[in-house]
């Protein structure tokens, strides 16, 4: 079958876009099963839709939805398949969260719910041979004005995937400067997670497994970049990189062995590793770390179902900070049942620990996640189903009304400091990786970016409200020293 796989356009996004590694492997399986299968990308393209579909003649379309920022577009390509009689399919981790909103507001025909490979496999000889597709796993549809999910999607044996075919893309489009490197690109190494923290969407999306793809194929993958891309740096998109002590050696002794020149990151655990794997790792390439701490409350921690060894979080970032690893702590504001002394306890925690960046943004729910349906249950909270508030969503970036009992003016005003420290550097090292201003920059060369590349008009729109978040949080960082007063926000000493 002729199969259109699309990555919508991010409007007003002012940072470097993604390789699409999911609809990658979806193209590449698809297409050893001897589909004809085209991949667009509307983030790094300016694309002519109407043209390509009267082209290429889909029999099929699949649109790629993995945050509310693409809905917009999403929905508009949506509109011009079904005119032209194409059946469409979403997927990705937003589409498949809300699945039940959108068939219900008719953006879709079918949404994928989970990974895609395995379903889309399933749903093509469906379509091929006009079979009933209500056997198919994790593919939610309406019949009978009824939504029909049916049952849990299956996990592909990652060992069976093919390598990923980066010439259905062109990877430079994706290039990003980072720390030691100026031409970094997404890879995956494994998918999933163990953990079973009720805030993700892991439990529901990867169902909680860890499966780690081929060592062999992830380095062919690499191998490819670095040869034939120039690639100089990967961040993991792994949720979690090395599962054991015994896979962080597998993957090191690989990339030194590869005689490849590139350097690395990944996310990881607090208290995974010791002081001499942290130099090892640095010794291999990695230069930067993202660790979710989420909050400095043990007590809220164990709410979330949070497994992390709280009492080595200092000592991980002091062995980053020591073997010369850049270190980013994410943090979560406003979690529901955070008490002003959970807050107080995650800001010290943040001051205490050496981190050279931070990660802070505001809780909001993940649909379908245990915690949000455990605040639907008990609360008044609801999730938004209308189009005009799914599409102005900014979940982690906005203060939602409703779900924190603290005062929004001091969840704002401490957000904005560590957005302040983080854009000055500083917490950060004053070497290569850790360079004054190093995020600041960083920041207006993608913001620009993505101005430039989205044309005139979005220039001045983006400019506008990436001008006024900036402002905002200057204001909420500096104007209300009575709030920093009290939760103790001082620039640490060294």
């Known amino acids: 079958m002729r199969v259109m796989l699309i990555n919508p356009e991010t409007k007003y996004n002012a940072r470097s876009v993604s390789i699409p590694l999911g609809l990658i492997s979806i193209a590449t399986y698809l297409k050893t099963l001897g589909h004809e299968v085209l991949l667009l990308d509307r983030t790094v393209n300016k694309i002519d839709m109407p043209s390509e579909i009267a082209k290429f003649k889909p029999e099929v379309a699949g649109i790629s939805v993995i945050g509310h920022k693409s809905m917009p577009d999403a929905v508009k390509i949506s509109e011009l398949c079904k005119k032209e009689g194409i059946p469409v399919a979403w997927g ?7 699945s039940d909103t959108i068939l219900k507001n008719g953006y879709a025909d079918y949404v994928f719910t989970g990974e895609g490979e395995l379903a889309w496999e399933d749903f093509l000889k469906a379509l091929e041979i006009g079979s009933d597709i209500s056997k198919i796993n994790g593919i939610t549809y309406i019949k009978d004005n009824k939504i029909h999910y049916n049952g849990q999607h299956r996990l592909a044996d990652l060992s069976t995937l093919p390598a990923m075919d980066f010439t259905m ?7 990003q400067k980072t720390f030691g490197c100026e031409r970094m690109l997404h890879v995956c190494s494994a998918k999933g997670c163990p953990n079973h923290c009720t805030f993700c969407y892991n439990r529901d999306f990867n169902l909680s497994q860890y499966r780690k793809r081929p060592l062999s194929q992830v380095m062919e993958e690499i191998r490819y970049l670095v040869e034939n891309c120039s690639m100089d740096g990967i961040y993991f998109t792994d949720e979690l990189w090395a599962n054991s002590k015994e896979e962080m050696l597998e993957y090191c002794k690989a990339f030194k062995d590869s005689g490849l020149n590139f350097v690395w990151g990944c996310q990881t655990t607090a208290g995974r590793f010791t002081k001499e794997d942290y130099k090892l790792m640095y010794d291999c390439g990695c230069r930067w770390i993202f660790f979710g701490i989420e909050s400095g409350s043990k007590e809220l921690l164990k709410k979330l179902g949070k497994t992390i060894d709280f009492d080595k979080i200092e000592e991980t970032f002091e062995y980053c900070y020591d073997a010369g690893i850049v270190s980013i702590a994410a943090f979560m504001l406003g979690l529901p049942q955070e008490t002003e002394e959970d807050l107080k306890a995650t800001v010290a925690l943040a001051n205490r620990i050496k981190a050279s960046y931070y990660s802070v943004n505001f809780f909001y729910p993940v649909p379908k996640s245990v915690l949000c349906r455990k605040m639907e249950s008990e609360t008044n909270f609801r999730l938004p189903e209308e189009s005009k508030k799914l599409f102005s969503q900014r979940p982690v970036e906005k203060l939602q009304k409703g779900i924190s009992s603290i005062r929004p003016l001091d969840l704002k005003v401490i957000r904005s400091y560590y957005m302040w420290q983080s854009f000055t550097g500083s ?18 060369i993608e913001a620009l970016e993505s101005m430039l590349h989205h044309g005139f008009v979005n220039f001045f729109v983006q400019a506008f409200y990436s001008g006024r978040e900036f402002l905002n949080a200057v204001f909420y960082a500096f104007c209300f020293p009575s709030v920093r007063k009290k939760y103790g926000l001082y620039k640490k000493k060294k």
Request: proline share 9%.
């Open 92 to 98: 990705g981790p937003l589409a498949s969260c809300i």
């Open 169 to 175: 893309v062109n990877p430079p489009d994706y290039f």
């Open 427 to 444: 917490n950060a090292k004053a070497d290569e990786n850790q360079s004054k201003f190093f995020f600041a920059k960083k920041t207006i």
